[in-house]
């Protein structure tokens, strides 16, 4: 018995292996055009960041990259991610992005306790053995090998299970994905009777997107998507009135403490919805009338789609997922921490400089244009500190929203009045007060959709930055 068995077994190896190669070579032809996505966790507090692999999946879609951008031109985020060919180090693809890990790790709560966060890198499917390499920016903006791992494609552990597929809804198409910015608006907190209301607040979103520049002259070289799974209940978490829904995105208001600031913790929920478009960037439209919103670099940015300002927001917040555009106001509260120590910030929309050589948008500053640039700051603090008083007092008092938003109004009102008014008004310099910081740092014009919810375009470092994002997205510019 023993011999014969083992005779059978000599016999299959053979033909086994033979069906084994003959499978990874039909899978590596499947997943040629395909996304790939590798998810791991990222945990972190006192003294400790880690890395650790939770899977590699093959997306359903196909990558909806130009093949000419897959290495990214300019060293941009807190974090940047490299594949690598293992035999000779090839840099293949790489993107720069931030993340929730690295805006917690500026709160005071990461100064006592750790946190684990889930986190998603996604590149186009590998020919061959690849290194996925993540560095990491020092205080001095100096980038650091952090975690390195080694993904190989033959491997029967990547993931090749579709998620529950989900419907889309094409709100704009202009062209193959390849050759496009794709969009993708993702609804979170509206019940299946409220689709209608999700497809009208998407639509209304991507008009007020395509009403401003650069993306109105960039229309043709934009396709957005929508999704959005039906919750059970309506509206998101906002645990600082004790409201708590369980959401597709899992969505929620009070990040970090702030009330205004929302995001979702769930990545791979929000991945495994997200897989059935095409998308590079993605805003999640939460079904709420409460002032909210975030955006975070190369991750995703969030709307309160029913407030009054969800047009303003939604822009604003894009501008900090597409391009990094930091944020120009100083005077809002905000749950991070002061830097340690002054250095020049990477976001290309502000500077810790008034060297006028040393300016990243040097290039657009008048040469008569005084360096600071002056502006009516201490006019526009005083109003503003009795602006941020009255907000705190209306969210302490459970005020309803329109009260808010008629602050807001006032604000608004007062600033265009004040900026209108000023010597340069229109001109480009360093304008002091800016990403959180009403003296070490510097913006490039008086006002933008990066510093005030005014009725005004975005700067001009800030439209470039996000023309020329655009351009390497869709293959305009060669690298
Ligand atoms: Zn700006």
Not at 46 to 52: H, I
Not at 79 to 98: A, K, M, Q, V
Not at 242 to 258: E, H, K, L, M, N
Not at 364 to 390: D, M, N, V
């Amino acid at each position: 018995m023993m011999q014969s068995k083992l005779s059978r077994s000599a016999l299959c190896f053979p033909a086994l292996f033979l069906v084994l190669a003959w499978l990874s070579m039909q899978m590596a032809a499947q997943d040629a055009h395909k996304t790939w996505r590798l998810d791991y966790f990222h945990t972190g507090g006192p003294g400790l960041e880690a890395f650790s692999l939770d899977r590699v999946v093959v997306e359903p879609l196909a990558w909806p990259g130009h093949p000419s951008g897959n290495i990214e031109p300019r060293e941009t985020g807190v974090y940047r991610f490299e594949i690598r060919d293992t035999s000779n180090h090839l840099l293949l693809f790489s993107r720069g992005y931030s993340s929730i890990f690295g805006e917690w790790t500026s709160t005071l709560e990461a100064g006592d306790f750790n946190r684990t966060f889930h986190e998603s890198l996604r590149f186009p499917a590998p020919a061959g053995p690849v290194e996925v390499v993540i560095n990491k920016r020092d205080p001095k903006g100096i980038f650091h090998q952090v975690w390195r791992t080694v993904v190989d494609p033959k491997s029967i552990f990547i993931d090749r299970a579709s998620p529950p597929k989900q419907a889309v809804v094409e709100i704009e198409r202009n062209g193959d994905p390849s050759e496009k910015v794709d969009i993708l608006l993702l609804g979170d907190g509206y019940t299946a009777k409220e689709r209608g209301k999700f497809v009208k607040d998407a639509r209304r979103l991507t008009e007020t997107l395509f009403r401003t520049e650069p993306f109105k002259s960039r229309r043709k070289d934009i396709n957005v998507w929508a999704l959005c799974p039906p919750s059970a209940e309506s509206g998101v978490s906002r645990p600082s009135t004790g409201v708590y829904r369980t959401t597709p995105i899992g969505a929620t208001y009070d990040v970090f403490g702030s009330e205004r600031y929302v995001l979702t913790m769930e990545n791979r929920a929000m991945r495994e919805i997200a897989c059935w478009a095409p998308y590079e960037f993605v805003e999640i439209l939460v079904n709420n009338e409460t002032y909210g919103g975030g955006g975070i670099y190369n991750l995703f940015s969030t709307v309160a789609a029913g407030n009054d300002w969800a047009n303003y927001i939604f822009v604003h917040e894009f501008g900090h997922h597409m391009a990094g555009l930091a944020d120009e106001y100083y005077t809002s509260p905000v749950a991070y921490q002061p830097p340690s120590e002054i250095v020049e910030p990477w976001e290309p929309n502000v500077t810790a400089t008034t060297e006028r050589g040393m300016i990243k948008w040097k290039d657009l500053i008048g040469a008569t244009t005084p360096l600071p640039t002056p502006w009516p700051k201490e006019e526009f603090e005083t109003f503003s500190r009795g602006i941020q008083e009255r907000r705190r007092q209306i969210r302490a008092e459970r005020r309803p929203e329109s009260v808010m938003s008629a602050l807001f109004r006032e604000e608004q009102e007062h600033e265009m009045k004040l900026f209108g008014a000023a010597p340069f008004a229109s001109a480009i310099g360093a304008f002091q007060g800016a990403n959180y910081d009403a003296k070490a740092f510097y913006r490039p014009q008086v006002d933008c959709i990066m510093f005030t919810r005014n009725e005004v375009p975005f700067c001009a470092a800030c439209n470039r930055a996000l023309s020329e994002v655009m351009d390497w997205v869709t293959g305009k510019k060669a690298r």
